[in-house]
């Protein structure tokens, strides 16, 4: 089982970044997946999730601003966000949503929100 997440960078406040993440050696197609985040000296919280018939749901820091989508044919799960604000700046993870446990955690996207 791997996760490789990917597309994160430095952006002003207000730019928009594209996250992927890839995932392999499960049935990708048939688990919700969601998009976690963990700031410096912070804990890590879910900020997005869809389930694996795309229903999807939000942390309210993120709603308005982020969308979740998957290709369930790519196995890949996509995290566009807009509007973005310094307290987004976080490493970015995927992992299981609604699961009793997680998969091995990959080794995330750095998304740096700073003029």
């Known amino acids: 089982v791997q996760l490789v997440e990917s597309g994160g960078g430095l952006v002003q406040p207000g730019g928009s970044l594209r996250l992927s993440c890839a995932a392999s050696?499960?049935?990708?197609?048939?688990?919700?997946m969601g998009w976690y985040r963990q700031a410096p000296g912070k804990q890590r919280e879910l900020v997005a999730g869809i389930t694996s018939l795309g229903n999807t749901n939000y942390a309210d820091s993120v709603k308005e601003r982020f969308t979740i989508s998957r290709v369930n044919a790519k196995s890949t799960v996509y995290l566009q966000m807009n509007s973005l604000k310094p307290e987004d700046t976080a490493v970015y993870y995927c992992n299981n949503w609604r699961a009793s446990t997680f998969l091995p955690w990959g080794q995330g996207t750095q998304v740096t929100v700073s003029s």
């Open positions: 050696g499960y049935t990708f197609s048939i688990n919700a």
